[in-house]
């Protein structure tokens, strides 16, 4: 929340009459219709803003139920280790507040995924146990870039050889969205198909500008040992990226009416009047749009970022 005080706008004042915890719901549900309407087993999962689960942002509220039949699993940051620092336990009063949310969204049957960020590897062991004894999949990051595949534990938690078909079969999963790391598409291929992991969040584009085939996304889907896996595209919804094939080349001087200010934690990364049409255009509704995109090279699915927006506008 320090970090989103200081963006500065770009644009307008913002409408005073925006609910914008409901709108950040409403673009998911759109996302999912739109999705599921063309593959009905594709797998929606918003990451942060668990609030959104109870229809009064309350941990013991109604549970909206639109919202939770609309996805499949909750994405969360930081749970155990990671909150305030990486590699440091997180809070007890953050965690306890955080679970008092993804409890009711498990509870609604949905998968929740964690990832926590540590290194040393009594960390990672106390991540994975934790994570596990709450009924969570979660992956320790040893790297906030996400641009690499950990070498600890090995083999990794919970390794199977089973083909995983659907989001509650899952029992571990790698979060690599960063691929600068690897030279060519091959070398991410291969260090992927080496793995065993049973679902791999990625970006639909290697290096920002080449987007995975979906020739090239069906090899992903296998696991080294003879599984099967399933691979999801990571798709910021709360902020337009100047890095992404949508950007205009004059958009930093002359910004639409829907971009507001850079985020200065992340650089190039613009938050957005989410709930404008123009800007939900850009992400659902249309061959050309990123989740069209997303659709047409076969992913599986979709993990939402930024879906804790609606907390910078509050």
Not at 46 to 63: A, F, H, K, M, R
Not at 103 to 123: E, F, H, K, M, Q
Not at 284 to 290: I, P
Request: hydrophobic letters at 35%; charged letters at 25%.
């Amino acid at each position: 929340m320090a970090i989103a005080l200081v963006l500065v706008s770009c644009g307008d004042d913002v409408p005073g009459d925006i609910d914008f915890r409901g709108e950040m719901r409403e673009f998911v549900i759109g996302i999912s219709e739109y999705a599921r309407a063309l593959d009905n087993s594709f797998i929606v999962i918003p990451q942060n803003g668990i609030e959104l689960v109870t229809t009064n942002g309350e941990s013991d509220g109604p549970v909206h139920t639109d919202y939770l039949e609309a996805i499949d699993g909750h994405g969360q940051e930081d749970l155990f280790y990671g909150y305030s620092k990486d590699d440091k336990a997180t809070p007890e009063s953050e965690n306890v507040y955080l679970r008092s949310f993804l409890d009711r969204s498990l509870a609604g049957g949905n998968t929740i995924l964690v990832t926590d960020y540590c290194s040393t590897p009594s960390n990672m062991d106390d991540s994975y146990t934790r994570n596990h004894a709450e009924g969570y999949v979660s992956f320790a990051a040893n790297n906030r870039e996400l641009d690499r595949i950990p070498g600890y534990p090995d083999p990794i938690y919970g390794e199977n050889d089973a083909e995983i078909q659907n989001l509650q079969e899952v029992h571990n999963f790698l979060y690599m969205i960063n691929p600068g790391r690897f030279n060519t598409k091959q070398d991410f291929i291969q260090a992927v198909t080496s793995s065993n992991y049973d679902l791999l969040i990625m970006d639909l584009f290697f290096n920002d500008d080449s987007p995975f085939s979906a020739a090239e996304i069906e090899q992903l889907k296998s696991k080294a040992n003879g599984g099967s896996r399933l691979v999801i595209a990571y798709m910021s919804i709360g902020e337009a990226e100047d890095y992404r094939y949508y950007w205009q080349d004059d958009w930093k001087k002359n910004p639409p009416s829907w971009m507001d200010g850079e985020n200065p934690a992340w650089e190039g990364n613009f938050k957005v009047w989410y709930w404008e049409e123009e800007w939900q255009a850009i992400i659902y509704g249309s061959d050309d749009s990123y989740l069209g995109k997303i659709l047409d090279a076969g992913f599986d699915g979709v993990y939402l970022d930024i879906i804790d927006a609606f907390e910078y506008y509050e």
